[in-house]
Protein backbone atom coordinates (compact mmCIF):
# COMPACT_ATOMS: atom_id res chain seq x y z
CA UNK A 1 0.00 0.00 0.00
CA UNK A 2 3.08 2.31 0.78
CA UNK A 3 4.36 1.19 -2.38
CA UNK A 4 1.09 2.16 -3.99
CA UNK A 5 1.12 5.65 -2.72
CA UNK A 6 4.79 6.54 -3.39
CA UNK A 7 4.12 5.85 -6.86
CA UNK A 8 0.96 7.69 -6.72
CA UNK A 9 3.06 10.59 -5.84
CA UNK A 10 5.83 10.39 -8.09
CA UNK A 11 3.31 9.97 -10.69
CA UNK A 12 1.56 13.21 -9.68
CA UNK A 13 5.10 14.89 -9.75
CA UNK A 14 5.31 14.09 -13.62
CA UNK A 15 2.09 14.55 -14.21
CA UNK A 16 2.18 18.17 -13.22
CA UNK A 17 4.95 18.93 -15.14
CA UNK A 18 3.41 17.23 -18.36
CA UNK A 19 0.15 18.88 -17.61
CA UNK A 20 1.87 22.37 -17.82
CA UNK A 21 3.44 21.59 -21.05
CA UNK A 22 0.42 19.68 -22.05
CA UNK A 23 -1.50 23.40 -21.94
CA UNK A 24 0.67 25.37 -24.50
CA UNK A 25 0.17 22.12 -27.04
CA UNK A 26 -3.54 22.25 -26.55
CA UNK A 27 -4.27 25.88 -26.63
CA UNK A 28 -1.83 26.24 -29.73
CA UNK A 29 -4.28 23.56 -31.27
CA UNK A 30 -7.23 25.01 -29.88
CA UNK A 31 -6.72 28.58 -31.32
CA UNK A 32 -4.98 28.09 -34.71
CA UNK A 33 -5.28 24.35 -35.36
CA UNK A 34 -1.62 23.87 -35.37
CA UNK A 35 0.50 21.19 -33.53
CA UNK A 36 3.37 23.39 -32.77
CA UNK A 37 5.82 20.39 -32.63
CA UNK A 38 8.31 23.31 -31.45
CA UNK A 39 7.22 23.19 -27.88
CA UNK A 40 8.78 20.48 -26.22
CA UNK A 41 12.10 22.50 -27.31
CA UNK A 42 10.69 25.89 -26.16
CA UNK A 43 10.61 23.68 -23.13
CA UNK A 44 13.92 22.66 -23.01
CA UNK A 45 14.91 26.06 -23.80
CA UNK A 46 13.21 27.48 -20.67
CA UNK A 47 15.04 24.71 -18.67
CA UNK A 48 18.06 25.97 -19.99
CA UNK A 49 17.33 29.81 -19.32
CA UNK A 50 16.87 28.63 -15.95
CA UNK A 51 20.12 27.27 -15.94
CA UNK A 52 21.44 29.70 -16.77
CA UNK A 53 19.98 32.39 -14.41
CA UNK A 54 21.02 29.94 -11.56
CA UNK A 55 24.90 30.01 -12.87
CA UNK A 56 24.64 33.58 -13.25
CA UNK A 57 22.61 33.86 -9.45
CA UNK A 58 25.19 31.89 -7.56
CA UNK A 59 28.32 33.40 -9.08
CA UNK A 60 27.21 36.70 -8.60
CA UNK A 61 25.52 36.42 -5.41
CA UNK A 62 27.65 34.38 -2.89
CA UNK A 63 24.76 32.57 -1.27
CA UNK A 64 21.17 33.45 -2.46
CA UNK A 65 18.48 31.98 -0.34
CA UNK A 66 17.40 28.44 -2.73
CA UNK A 67 13.77 30.19 -2.92
CA UNK A 68 14.77 33.09 -4.02
CA UNK A 69 16.98 31.87 -6.99
CA UNK A 70 14.80 29.30 -7.41
CA UNK A 71 11.94 32.26 -8.22
CA UNK A 72 13.93 34.93 -10.10
CA UNK A 73 14.84 31.70 -12.20
CA UNK A 74 10.82 31.19 -13.23
CA UNK A 75 10.47 34.34 -13.65
CA UNK A 76 13.21 34.43 -16.14
CA UNK A 77 12.86 31.98 -17.82
CA UNK A 78 9.16 33.00 -18.53
CA UNK A 79 9.59 36.17 -19.52
CA UNK A 80 12.52 34.95 -22.03
CA UNK A 81 10.94 31.63 -23.09
CA UNK A 82 8.12 33.57 -24.28
CA UNK A 83 10.00 36.15 -25.67
CA UNK A 84 11.10 33.12 -28.08
CA UNK A 85 7.74 31.86 -28.53
CA UNK A 86 6.59 35.19 -29.74
CA UNK A 87 9.27 35.42 -32.39
CA UNK A 88 8.97 32.02 -33.36
CA UNK A 89 5.01 32.26 -34.03
CA UNK A 90 5.71 35.89 -35.88
CA UNK A 91 8.48 35.14 -37.84
CA UNK A 92 7.93 30.96 -39.16
CA UNK A 93 3.92 30.74 -38.23
CA UNK A 94 2.20 33.49 -38.96
CA UNK A 95 3.31 34.16 -42.45
CA UNK A 96 1.84 30.67 -43.41
CA UNK A 97 -1.55 31.51 -42.03
CA UNK A 98 -3.95 30.33 -44.67
CA UNK A 99 -1.58 28.72 -46.43
CA UNK A 100 -2.24 24.65 -46.99
CA UNK A 101 -2.52 22.91 -44.07
CA UNK A 102 0.21 20.79 -43.80
CA UNK A 103 2.70 24.03 -44.26
CA UNK A 104 2.58 25.15 -40.42
CA UNK A 105 3.18 21.86 -39.26
CA UNK A 106 5.98 21.15 -41.37
CA UNK A 107 7.38 24.40 -40.53
CA UNK A 108 7.26 22.96 -36.45
CA UNK A 109 9.25 20.27 -37.17
CA UNK A 110 11.54 21.96 -38.67
CA UNK A 111 11.47 25.01 -35.90
CA UNK A 112 11.68 22.19 -33.66
CA UNK A 113 15.01 20.57 -35.02
CA UNK A 114 16.38 24.09 -35.18
CA UNK A 115 15.61 25.04 -31.74
CA UNK A 116 17.38 21.98 -30.48
CA UNK A 117 20.54 22.15 -33.04
CA UNK A 118 20.75 25.51 -31.83
CA UNK A 119 21.05 25.12 -28.00
CA UNK A 120 23.38 21.99 -28.92
CA UNK A 121 25.90 24.27 -30.63
CA UNK A 122 25.13 26.96 -27.97
CA UNK A 123 25.56 24.92 -25.09
CA UNK A 124 27.50 22.39 -25.63
CA UNK A 125 26.44 18.12 -26.53
CA UNK A 126 26.97 16.77 -23.02
CA UNK A 127 24.05 16.89 -20.07
CA UNK A 128 24.64 20.21 -17.87
CA UNK A 129 24.71 19.73 -14.81
CA UNK A 130 23.54 21.83 -11.49
CA UNK A 131 24.08 20.49 -7.68
CA UNK A 132 20.89 20.05 -5.69
CA UNK A 133 18.65 22.94 -4.98
CA UNK A 134 16.13 21.15 -2.60
CA UNK A 135 16.83 18.16 -0.66
CA UNK A 136 14.82 18.06 2.28
CA UNK A 137 12.66 14.70 2.08
CA UNK A 138 9.81 14.15 4.18
CA UNK A 139 9.00 10.71 5.32
CA UNK A 140 5.18 9.77 6.53
CA UNK A 141 4.05 6.58 7.20
CA UNK A 142 6.82 4.76 5.12
CA UNK A 143 5.88 6.78 2.11
CA UNK A 144 8.77 9.60 1.23
CA UNK A 145 7.85 12.54 -0.28
CA UNK A 146 10.61 15.19 -1.38
CA UNK A 147 10.36 18.69 -0.72
CA UNK A 148 10.97 19.06 -4.92
CA UNK A 149 7.87 17.29 -5.19
CA UNK A 150 6.05 19.32 -2.83
CA UNK A 151 7.14 22.60 -4.95
CA UNK A 152 6.58 21.48 -8.06
CA UNK A 153 2.88 20.26 -7.07
CA UNK A 154 2.37 23.02 -5.36
CA UNK A 155 3.63 25.34 -7.84
CA UNK A 156 1.42 23.69 -10.59
CA UNK A 157 -1.69 24.08 -8.65
CA UNK A 158 -1.09 27.58 -8.18
CA UNK A 159 -0.42 28.39 -11.70
CA UNK A 160 -3.09 26.04 -12.80
CA UNK A 161 -6.02 28.32 -10.98
CA UNK A 162 -4.22 31.58 -12.46
CA UNK A 163 -4.44 30.49 -15.68
CA UNK A 164 -8.20 28.78 -15.28
CA UNK A 165 -9.07 32.36 -14.08
CA UNK A 166 -7.39 34.05 -16.98
CA UNK A 167 -8.67 31.93 -19.24
CA UNK A 168 -12.48 31.65 -18.03
CA UNK A 169 -13.04 34.95 -16.08
CA UNK A 170 -11.05 37.79 -17.69
CA UNK A 171 -11.29 39.65 -21.04
CA UNK A 172 -8.24 38.38 -22.23
CA UNK A 173 -9.77 35.08 -21.68
CA UNK A 174 -13.24 35.61 -23.40
CA UNK A 175 -11.08 36.84 -26.86
CA UNK A 176 -9.01 33.81 -27.08
CA UNK A 177 -12.23 31.88 -26.52
CA UNK A 178 -13.64 33.34 -28.80
CA UNK A 179 -10.74 33.02 -31.12
CA UNK A 180 -10.58 29.97 -30.78
CA UNK A 181 -14.28 29.08 -31.91
CA UNK A 182 -14.55 31.56 -34.77
CA UNK A 183 -12.07 33.99 -35.74
CA UNK A 184 -13.61 35.60 -38.48
CA UNK A 185 -16.60 36.67 -36.19
CA UNK A 186 -13.97 37.94 -32.91
CA UNK A 187 -12.64 39.86 -35.76
CA UNK A 188 -15.82 41.70 -36.59
CA UNK A 189 -16.50 42.08 -33.10
CA UNK A 190 -12.96 43.99 -33.07
CA UNK A 191 -10.96 42.02 -31.05
CA UNK A 192 -7.60 41.67 -32.57
CA UNK A 193 -6.82 38.04 -33.93
CA UNK A 194 -3.33 38.17 -34.37
CA UNK A 195 -2.12 39.45 -31.31
CA UNK A 196 -4.68 37.20 -29.25
CA UNK A 197 -2.65 34.87 -31.12
CA UNK A 198 0.81 35.84 -30.23
CA UNK A 199 -0.50 35.81 -26.67
CA UNK A 200 -1.56 32.52 -26.77
CA UNK A 201 1.72 31.42 -27.50
CA UNK A 202 3.25 33.48 -24.88
CA UNK A 203 1.15 31.60 -22.27
CA UNK A 204 2.17 28.59 -23.29
CA UNK A 205 5.62 29.48 -23.62
CA UNK A 206 5.33 30.90 -19.78
CA UNK A 207 3.74 27.30 -18.19
CA UNK A 208 6.23 25.62 -20.09
CA UNK A 209 9.21 27.84 -18.93
CA UNK A 210 7.79 26.59 -15.33
CA UNK A 211 7.42 22.88 -16.31
CA UNK A 212 11.55 23.54 -17.54
CA UNK A 213 12.26 25.25 -13.96
CA UNK A 214 11.02 22.25 -12.24
CA UNK A 215 12.08 20.28 -14.40
CA UNK A 216 15.75 21.26 -14.11
CA UNK A 217 15.59 21.19 -10.30
CA UNK A 218 13.94 17.97 -9.86
CA UNK A 219 16.48 16.50 -12.17
CA UNK A 220 19.13 17.99 -11.59
CA UNK A 221 20.09 18.12 -15.46
CA UNK A 222 19.58 19.08 -18.84
CA UNK A 223 20.51 18.64 -22.50
CA UNK A 224 19.85 19.57 -25.53
CA UNK A 225 17.84 16.92 -26.40
CA UNK A 226 15.36 16.76 -23.41
CA UNK A 227 12.98 18.66 -25.32
CA UNK A 228 12.05 15.44 -27.35
CA UNK A 229 10.57 12.55 -24.81
CA UNK A 230 8.81 14.76 -22.70
CA UNK A 231 7.48 16.82 -25.53
CA UNK A 232 5.88 13.80 -26.91
CA UNK A 233 4.90 12.52 -23.94
CA UNK A 234 3.03 16.00 -23.40
CA UNK A 235 1.70 15.74 -26.68
CA UNK A 236 0.31 12.60 -25.72
CA UNK A 237 -0.89 13.94 -22.86
CA UNK A 238 -3.01 16.76 -24.85
CA UNK A 239 -4.74 13.98 -27.06
CA UNK A 240 -5.25 11.74 -23.89
CA UNK A 241 -7.28 14.48 -22.23
CA UNK A 242 -8.97 15.74 -25.45
CA UNK A 243 -6.94 18.84 -27.90
CA UNK A 244 -8.61 21.90 -27.38
CA UNK A 245 -9.13 21.25 -24.44
CA UNK A 246 -7.45 22.87 -20.96
CA UNK A 247 -8.64 20.75 -18.35
CA UNK A 248 -8.53 17.62 -20.66
CA UNK A 249 -4.61 18.41 -20.97
CA UNK A 250 -3.92 18.76 -16.89
CA UNK A 251 -5.99 15.26 -16.93
CA UNK A 252 -4.16 13.84 -19.69
CA UNK A 253 -0.90 14.87 -18.17
CA UNK A 254 -1.69 13.13 -14.44
CA UNK A 255 -2.96 10.23 -16.29
CA UNK A 256 0.14 9.52 -18.22
CA UNK A 257 2.43 10.93 -15.06
CA UNK A 258 0.53 7.71 -13.30
CA UNK A 259 0.69 5.31 -15.90
CA UNK A 260 4.83 5.96 -16.44
CA UNK A 261 5.38 5.75 -12.55
CA UNK A 262 2.79 2.67 -11.95
CA UNK A 263 4.42 0.88 -14.94
CA UNK A 264 7.80 1.65 -13.84
CA UNK A 265 6.99 0.23 -10.39
CA UNK A 266 4.90 -2.92 -11.04
CA UNK A 267 6.28 -3.93 -14.25
CA UNK A 268 9.58 -3.03 -16.48
CA UNK A 269 10.94 0.51 -16.27
CA UNK A 270 12.06 0.16 -19.98
CA UNK A 271 8.59 -0.39 -21.15
CA UNK A 272 7.28 2.65 -19.32
CA UNK A 273 6.89 5.20 -22.64
CA UNK A 274 5.23 2.14 -24.71
CA UNK A 275 3.11 1.44 -21.97
CA UNK A 276 1.89 5.58 -21.91
CA UNK A 277 1.95 4.97 -25.78
CA UNK A 278 -1.01 1.92 -25.90
CA UNK A 279 -2.28 3.57 -23.47
CA UNK A 280 -3.50 6.43 -25.52
CA UNK A 281 -4.17 4.24 -28.87
CA UNK A 282 -6.76 2.21 -26.79
CA UNK A 283 -8.41 5.36 -25.31
CA UNK A 284 -8.43 6.69 -28.51
CA UNK A 285 -10.12 4.16 -30.32
CA UNK A 286 -13.21 4.27 -27.85
CA UNK A 287 -13.02 8.03 -27.31
CA UNK A 288 -11.59 9.02 -30.75
CA UNK A 289 -12.10 13.00 -29.33
CA UNK A 290 -10.26 11.97 -25.85
CA UNK A 291 -11.46 12.09 -22.77
CA UNK A 292 -12.88 15.76 -22.05
CA UNK A 293 -12.38 16.61 -25.96
CA UNK A 294 -15.26 18.45 -27.51
CA UNK A 295 -18.50 16.77 -27.44
CA UNK A 296 -19.89 17.36 -31.17
CA UNK A 297 -23.69 18.80 -29.89
CA UNK A 298 -23.40 22.11 -31.44
CA UNK A 299 -25.96 23.28 -33.67
CA UNK A 300 -23.98 24.81 -37.22
CA UNK B 1 -23.72 59.00 -54.10
CA UNK B 2 -24.21 61.85 -51.97
CA UNK B 3 -20.78 63.47 -51.04
CA UNK B 4 -21.73 63.34 -46.90
CA UNK B 5 -22.63 59.42 -46.98
CA UNK B 6 -22.26 57.36 -43.69
CA UNK B 7 -21.30 54.48 -45.32
CA UNK B 8 -20.09 55.18 -49.19
CA UNK B 9 -19.12 51.95 -51.15
CA UNK B 10 -17.88 53.38 -54.70
CA UNK B 11 -17.45 50.61 -57.74
CA UNK B 12 -16.46 47.66 -55.49
CA UNK B 13 -15.10 44.26 -57.04
CA UNK B 14 -14.52 41.41 -54.96
CA UNK B 15 -13.35 37.94 -55.60
CA UNK B 16 -13.82 34.46 -54.42
CA UNK B 17 -10.11 32.68 -56.32
CA UNK B 18 -11.05 33.80 -59.48
CA UNK B 19 -14.95 34.36 -59.40
CA UNK B 20 -16.62 37.68 -59.30
CA UNK B 21 -19.37 38.13 -56.83
CA UNK B 22 -19.38 41.76 -56.40
CA UNK B 23 -18.97 43.72 -59.99
CA UNK B 24 -18.34 46.92 -59.13
CA UNK B 25 -21.44 48.11 -56.64
CA UNK B 26 -21.83 51.34 -55.75
CA UNK B 27 -24.67 51.54 -52.43
CA UNK B 28 -24.25 54.28 -50.10
CA UNK B 29 -25.96 54.93 -46.47
CA UNK B 30 -26.33 58.18 -45.27
CA UNK B 31 -26.92 59.07 -41.25
CA UNK B 32 -29.74 58.10 -40.13
CA UNK B 33 -31.20 55.92 -42.78
CA UNK B 34 -32.76 52.44 -42.60
CA UNK B 35 -31.25 50.97 -46.03
CA UNK B 36 -32.37 47.92 -47.54
CA UNK B 37 -30.63 45.42 -49.91
CA UNK B 38 -32.50 42.85 -51.47
CA UNK B 39 -31.73 40.13 -54.08
CA UNK B 40 -32.13 36.53 -54.74
CA UNK B 41 -30.03 33.63 -53.45
CA UNK B 42 -26.54 34.09 -54.50
CA UNK B 43 -26.75 37.65 -55.72
CA UNK B 44 -23.71 38.86 -53.47
CA UNK B 45 -25.77 40.25 -50.62
CA UNK B 46 -23.97 38.83 -47.86
CA UNK B 47 -20.46 38.99 -49.62
CA UNK B 48 -21.08 42.64 -49.86
CA UNK B 49 -22.02 42.90 -46.12
CA UNK B 50 -18.62 41.30 -45.39
CA UNK B 51 -16.42 43.04 -47.72
CA UNK B 52 -17.36 46.12 -45.67
CA UNK B 53 -15.45 44.34 -42.88
CA UNK B 54 -12.33 43.91 -45.67
CA UNK B 55 -13.11 39.64 -45.20
CA UNK B 56 -13.10 39.37 -48.22
CA UNK B 57 -11.15 41.97 -49.10
CA UNK B 58 -12.49 44.16 -52.12
CA UNK B 59 -10.45 44.04 -55.24
CA UNK B 60 -11.09 46.72 -56.57
CA UNK B 61 -13.16 50.19 -55.90
CA UNK B 62 -13.50 52.05 -52.71
CA UNK B 63 -15.40 51.68 -49.14
CA UNK B 64 -15.35 54.96 -47.22
CA UNK B 65 -17.09 55.05 -43.71
CA UNK B 66 -17.39 58.77 -42.19
CA UNK B 67 -15.02 60.43 -44.28
CA UNK B 68 -12.44 57.35 -43.48
CA UNK B 69 -11.07 55.13 -46.36
CA UNK B 70 -11.42 51.27 -44.80
CA UNK B 71 -10.94 49.47 -47.76
CA UNK B 72 -7.62 47.82 -46.70
CA UNK B 73 -8.14 48.54 -43.14
CA UNK B 74 -8.15 45.04 -40.96
CA UNK B 75 -11.47 43.97 -39.90
CA UNK B 76 -11.08 44.65 -36.35
CA UNK B 77 -10.15 48.53 -36.93
CA UNK B 78 -13.16 48.45 -38.74
CA UNK B 79 -15.36 46.96 -36.60
CA UNK B 80 -13.50 49.74 -33.71
CA UNK B 81 -15.01 52.01 -35.99
CA UNK B 82 -18.62 51.24 -34.36
CA UNK B 83 -19.86 48.97 -37.44
CA UNK B 84 -20.93 45.62 -35.98
CA UNK B 85 -22.93 43.23 -37.96
CA UNK B 86 -25.04 40.36 -37.24
CA UNK B 87 -23.56 38.17 -40.14
CA UNK B 88 -24.72 35.59 -42.13
CA UNK B 89 -25.17 32.11 -40.59
CA UNK B 90 -25.65 34.13 -37.03
CA UNK B 91 -21.73 32.89 -36.25
CA UNK B 92 -22.97 32.63 -32.47
CA UNK B 93 -19.54 31.31 -30.55
CA UNK B 94 -21.05 28.07 -29.61
CA UNK B 95 -19.32 26.95 -26.72
CA UNK B 96 -19.78 30.43 -24.80
CA UNK B 97 -22.64 30.96 -22.83
CA UNK B 98 -25.51 33.78 -23.86
CA UNK B 99 -24.00 36.09 -21.94
CA UNK B 100 -20.56 35.95 -22.75
CA UNK B 101 -21.69 36.01 -26.51
CA UNK B 102 -23.21 39.62 -25.17
CA UNK B 103 -20.83 40.57 -23.35
CA UNK B 104 -18.02 39.60 -26.77
CA UNK B 105 -20.24 42.25 -28.21
CA UNK B 106 -19.27 44.90 -26.27
CA UNK B 107 -15.25 43.94 -25.98
CA UNK B 108 -14.94 47.32 -27.63
CA UNK B 109 -16.49 49.56 -24.43
CA UNK B 110 -14.75 46.96 -22.01
CA UNK B 111 -18.06 46.33 -20.82
CA UNK B 112 -18.53 49.54 -19.44
CA UNK B 113 -21.83 50.04 -20.35
CA UNK B 114 -22.70 46.53 -20.20
CA UNK B 115 -24.87 46.32 -17.90
CA UNK B 116 -27.00 48.95 -19.23
CA UNK B 117 -27.27 47.93 -22.45
CA UNK B 118 -27.76 44.40 -21.61
CA UNK B 119 -31.06 45.33 -19.88
CA UNK B 120 -32.35 47.61 -23.42
CA UNK B 121 -31.55 44.15 -25.34
CA UNK B 122 -33.18 41.76 -22.57
CA UNK B 123 -36.31 43.80 -23.06
CA UNK B 124 -36.13 43.19 -27.09
CA UNK B 125 -35.63 39.73 -26.51
CA UNK B 126 -36.82 38.65 -23.24
CA UNK B 127 -36.34 34.60 -24.40
CA UNK B 128 -32.47 35.69 -24.32
CA UNK B 129 -32.48 36.53 -20.00
CA UNK B 130 -33.78 33.40 -19.63
CA UNK B 131 -31.51 31.61 -21.37
CA UNK B 132 -28.27 33.41 -20.03
CA UNK B 133 -26.50 30.45 -18.83
CA UNK B 134 -27.00 28.25 -21.80
CA UNK B 135 -24.36 27.77 -24.27
CA UNK B 136 -24.90 29.48 -27.55
CA UNK B 137 -24.75 26.43 -29.44
CA UNK B 138 -27.45 24.72 -28.02
CA UNK B 139 -30.06 27.50 -28.75
CA UNK B 140 -32.36 27.12 -30.66
CA UNK B 141 -32.27 28.67 -34.59
CA UNK B 142 -34.32 31.78 -33.83
CA UNK B 143 -32.57 32.25 -30.38
CA UNK B 144 -29.10 32.32 -32.11
CA UNK B 145 -30.82 34.54 -34.27
CA UNK B 146 -32.13 37.07 -31.39
CA UNK B 147 -28.46 36.59 -29.86
CA UNK B 148 -26.79 37.44 -32.73
CA UNK B 149 -28.51 40.83 -33.26
CA UNK B 150 -28.68 41.40 -29.43
CA UNK B 151 -24.63 40.55 -29.19
CA UNK B 152 -24.65 43.45 -32.43
CA UNK B 153 -26.60 46.06 -30.81
CA UNK B 154 -24.10 45.55 -27.51
CA UNK B 155 -20.95 47.24 -29.34
CA UNK B 156 -23.05 50.79 -29.43
CA UNK B 157 -22.59 51.09 -33.53
CA UNK B 158 -22.85 53.98 -35.45
CA UNK B 159 -24.11 51.61 -38.37
CA UNK B 160 -25.42 48.54 -38.08
CA UNK B 161 -25.07 45.69 -40.85
CA UNK B 162 -27.66 43.03 -40.48
CA UNK B 163 -27.62 40.40 -43.06
CA UNK B 164 -31.58 38.11 -42.90
CA UNK B 165 -32.04 39.58 -39.66
CA UNK B 166 -35.74 37.50 -40.21
CA UNK B 167 -34.17 34.21 -41.27
CA UNK B 168 -35.85 31.65 -38.94
CA UNK B 169 -37.91 33.65 -36.78
CA UNK B 170 -41.58 33.19 -35.88
CA UNK B 171 -43.73 36.28 -37.98
CA UNK B 172 -44.38 38.24 -34.44
CA UNK B 173 -40.73 37.71 -33.51
CA UNK B 174 -39.67 39.36 -37.27
CA UNK B 175 -42.51 42.36 -36.52
CA UNK B 176 -41.01 42.52 -33.02
CA UNK B 177 -37.81 43.07 -34.58
CA UNK B 178 -38.75 45.15 -37.41
CA UNK B 179 -40.25 47.48 -34.73
CA UNK B 180 -37.29 47.42 -32.67
CA UNK B 181 -35.03 48.76 -35.52
CA UNK B 182 -37.57 51.07 -36.58
CA UNK B 183 -37.39 52.38 -32.82
CA UNK B 184 -33.66 52.52 -32.30
CA UNK B 185 -33.58 54.55 -36.06
CA UNK B 186 -35.93 56.91 -34.72
CA UNK B 187 -34.94 57.76 -31.00
CA UNK B 188 -31.30 57.07 -31.01
CA UNK B 189 -30.91 58.12 -34.69
CA UNK B 190 -29.16 54.20 -35.36
CA UNK B 191 -28.32 53.97 -39.10
CA UNK B 192 -29.41 50.50 -41.08
CA UNK B 193 -28.19 48.47 -43.40
CA UNK B 194 -29.77 45.32 -43.66
CA UNK B 195 -29.96 42.45 -46.37
CA UNK B 196 -33.68 40.73 -46.46
CA UNK B 197 -35.38 37.85 -47.99
CA UNK B 198 -38.42 39.49 -46.82
CA UNK B 199 -38.89 42.16 -49.10
CA UNK B 200 -41.63 43.61 -48.30
CA UNK B 201 -41.53 43.78 -44.82
CA UNK B 202 -37.64 44.99 -45.38
CA UNK B 203 -38.73 47.78 -47.90
CA UNK B 204 -42.05 48.95 -46.14
CA UNK B 205 -39.10 49.62 -43.06
CA UNK B 206 -36.45 51.07 -45.28
CA UNK B 207 -36.31 54.76 -46.04
CA UNK B 208 -34.29 53.36 -49.08
CA UNK B 209 -33.77 50.02 -50.93
CA UNK B 210 -31.00 48.78 -53.32
CA UNK B 211 -31.54 45.50 -55.53
CA UNK B 212 -28.90 43.62 -56.08
CA UNK B 213 -28.62 40.91 -59.41
CA UNK B 214 -25.58 38.63 -59.82
CA UNK B 215 -23.29 40.93 -58.36
CA UNK B 216 -24.50 44.10 -59.67
CA UNK B 217 -27.15 46.55 -58.22
CA UNK B 218 -29.55 46.96 -60.86
CA UNK B 219 -32.23 48.89 -59.15
CA UNK B 220 -32.40 51.78 -56.18
CA UNK B 221 -34.85 53.96 -54.72
CA UNK B 222 -36.86 55.19 -51.75
CA UNK B 223 -38.73 51.56 -50.16
CA UNK B 224 -42.11 53.07 -51.19
CA UNK B 225 -40.97 53.45 -55.37
CA UNK B 226 -39.61 49.95 -54.93
CA UNK B 227 -42.40 48.32 -53.56
CA UNK B 228 -44.49 49.93 -56.50
CA UNK B 229 -41.84 49.09 -58.82
CA UNK B 230 -43.63 46.17 -61.26
CA UNK B 231 -40.49 44.32 -61.88
CA UNK B 232 -39.46 44.47 -58.47
CA UNK B 233 -43.33 43.19 -57.14
CA UNK B 234 -42.76 40.39 -59.99
CA UNK B 235 -39.27 39.29 -58.69
CA UNK B 236 -39.17 39.27 -55.36
CA UNK B 237 -42.83 40.69 -53.79
CA UNK B 238 -45.67 38.28 -55.58
CA UNK B 239 -46.93 35.47 -54.30
CA UNK B 240 -45.06 35.72 -50.63
CA UNK B 241 -45.72 38.63 -49.16
CA UNK B 242 -44.66 38.08 -45.84
N1 LIG C 1 -16.40 31.46 -49.57
C1 LIG C 1 -16.83 31.41 -50.83
N2 LIG C 1 -16.10 30.80 -51.78
C2 LIG C 1 -16.52 30.76 -53.06
N3 LIG C 1 -17.65 31.28 -53.49
C3 LIG C 1 -18.43 31.89 -52.59
C4 LIG C 1 -18.06 32.00 -51.23
N4 LIG C 1 -19.03 32.67 -50.56
C5 LIG C 1 -19.96 32.98 -51.48
N5 LIG C 1 -19.60 32.52 -52.70
C6 LIG C 1 -20.36 32.69 -53.95
O1 LIG C 1 -20.54 34.07 -54.17
C7 LIG C 1 -21.84 34.32 -54.66
C8 LIG C 1 -22.54 35.33 -53.78
O2 LIG C 1 -22.78 34.73 -52.52
P1 LIG C 1 -23.49 35.48 -51.33
O3 LIG C 1 -23.39 34.62 -50.14
O4 LIG C 1 -22.93 36.84 -51.24
O5 LIG C 1 -24.99 35.55 -51.83
P2 LIG C 1 -26.28 36.13 -51.11
O6 LIG C 1 -26.83 37.18 -51.98
O7 LIG C 1 -25.99 36.48 -49.72
O8 LIG C 1 -27.24 34.85 -51.17
P3 LIG C 1 -28.31 34.32 -50.09
O9 LIG C 1 -29.55 35.12 -50.27
O10 LIG C 1 -28.52 32.90 -50.51
O11 LIG C 1 -27.72 34.44 -48.74
C9 LIG C 1 -22.54 32.98 -54.74
O12 LIG C 1 -22.48 32.54 -56.07
C10 LIG C 1 -21.73 32.09 -53.85
O13 LIG C 1 -21.76 30.77 -54.31
MG1 LIG D 1 -26.57 35.75 -47.92
Redesign the pocket.
Known amino acids: MEYFIQQLINGLTLGSIYGLIAIGYTMVYGIIGMINFAHGDVFMIGAFIALIVFLVLTTVFYSIPVALALLIMMIVAMLLTSLYNWTIEKVAYRPLRGSFRLAPLITAIGMSIALSNFVQVAQGPRNKPIPPLVGRVYEIGGVVISLKQIIIVAVTAVLLTLFWYLVNKTALGRAQRACEQDRKMAALLGIDVDRTISITFIMGASLAAVAGTLFLMYYGVIVFSDGFVPGVKAFTAAVLGGIGSIPGAVLGGLLIGFIESMWSAYFSIDYKDVAAFSILAIVLIFMPSGILGRPEVEKV | MAPNALLDVRNVETY??N?R?LNGVDVSVNQGEIVALI??????????MMTIFGSPRARSGQIVFDGTDITQMPTHEIARLRIAQSP?GRRIFPRMTVLENLQMGASLDKLKFFDEDVEKVFTLFPRLKERINQRGGTLSGGEQQMLSIGRALMARPRLLLLD?PSLGLAPLIVKGIFDAIRELNRTQGLTVFL?E?NAFGALKLATRGYV?VNGSVTMSGTGKDLLADPEVRAAYLEGGRH
Open positions: YGIAGANGAGKSTLEEVQM
